[in-house]
């Protein structure tokens, strides 16, 4: 597995500081996240789920702990939209450049807004995907939200 992603390679260009974790991704898990926390042997809420979304029809990008739900009501109103729905799988792998379960919200095809939970940043750090399945990177949540430009907001239900 390579550990130089397009998402590594963005957070290198933004000088922040972080580390690579490696797992065995299970195709069959039914929450990718929760799967990525038992394999790094780590509490599920401080693994980030990075979710495409659409508010008001435009792409948005939601990282929240991965033991968690994002409220489309909240998230529409983190973005000042009026509704808020999931982007489908291939809607979003088409959007980001990256396959379900190995999509990051570092080094997008296209760079979109983004907003990660504000119950993220109460940790010293966290896990977001590295750009692949089975990558893993470990970084300060504030930032993870520098280099992505993020709003930091309550989204969970």
């Given at each position: 597995?390579?550990?130089?992603?397009?998402?590594?390679?963005?957070?290198?260009?933004?000088?922040?500081?972080?580390?690579?974790?490696?797992?065995?991704?299970?195709?069959?898990?039914?929450?990718?996240?929760?799967?990525?926390?038992?394999?790094?042997?780590?509490?599920?809420?401080?693994?980030?789920?990075?979710?495409?979304?659409?508010?008001?029809?435009?792409?948005?990008?939601?990282?929240?702990?991965?033991?968690?739900?994002?409220?489309?009501?909240?998230?529409?109103?983190?973005?000042?939209?009026?509704?808020?729905?999931?982007?489908?799988?291939?809607?979003?792998?088409?959007?980001?450049?990256?396959?379900?379960?190995?999509?990051?919200?570092?080094?997008?095809?296209?760079?979109?807004?983004?907003?990660?939970?504000?119950?993220?940043?109460?940790?010293?750090?966290?896990?977001?995907?590295?750009?692949?399945?089975?990558?893993?990177?470990?970084?300060?949540?504030?930032?993870?939200?520098?280099?992505?430009?993020s709003i930091v907001a309550p989204v969970?239900?």
């Amino acid at each position: 597995m390579s550990k130089s992603t397009r998402a590594t390679q963005a957070l290198q260009k933004a000088g922040v500081a972080f580390e690579t974790l490696t797992y065995d991704y299970d195709p069959d898990a039914d929450r990718i996240g929760i799967q990525a926390a038992e394999a790094i042997g780590v509490s599920p809420s401080i693994v980030l789920k990075t979710l495409m979304a659409e508010v008001d029809g435009k792409a948005v990008c939601a990282v929240v702990p991965s033991d968690r739900e994002v409220s489309m009501k909240k998230l529409a109103a983190a973005f000042k939209g009026k509704s808020a729905n999931m982007m489908k799988p291939a809607q979003a792998e088409k959007a980001t450049g990256y396959v379900v379960g190995g999509i990051s919200a570092f080094g997008q095809k296209k760079t979109v807004p983004t907003v990660i939970e504000a119950e993220a940043m109460e940790h010293a750090f966290i896990f977001m995907n590295g750009g692949q399945r089975g990558l893993q990177v470990k970084l300060a949540p504030q930032d993870a939200a520098r280099a992505i430009d993020s709003i930091v907001a309550p989204v969970v239900a």
